[in-house]
């Protein structure tokens, strides 16, 4: 105790630790907020390539652009009859 440059070390130390708005424990949630977030953006960038894909998939080829609207979207042609089956 007889160190006052020591002890204003400890009590800035003390203070930003526990006490300072940004303190250990708010930096701690903020790095898992930051992990969570980059990983909704490797799964969102993954999203985005794979309908990219698609997209120039249907633009170069016609069946593949009629077999998304069958699927999807239940067209059908004028002279079809389409019936749809759910599974429980």
Do not use: C
């Not at 930096?27 to 953006?41: D, F, P």
């Not at 999203?47 to 249907?58: A, H």
């Not at 069946?63 to 979207?73: C, H």
Request: overall charge negative; hydrophobic content about 40%; cysteine-free.
């Amino acid at each position: 105790m007889k160190n006052k440059y020591g002890l204003s070390l400890l009590v800035f130390i003390v203070w930003l630790v526990f006490f300072d708005h940004n303190d250990l424990f708010v930096q701690v949630k903020r790095t898992h907020e930051l992990k969570q977030l980059e990983k909704g953006k490797a799964y969102y960038s993954g999203q985005i390539g794979e309908m990219r894909e698609t997209l120039s998939e249907m633009d170069n080829d016609p069946a593949s652009l009629e077999k998304a609207a069958r699927e999807k979207y239940m067209m059908k042609r004028d002279n079809e009859d389409v019936f749809i089956i759910e599974e429980k």
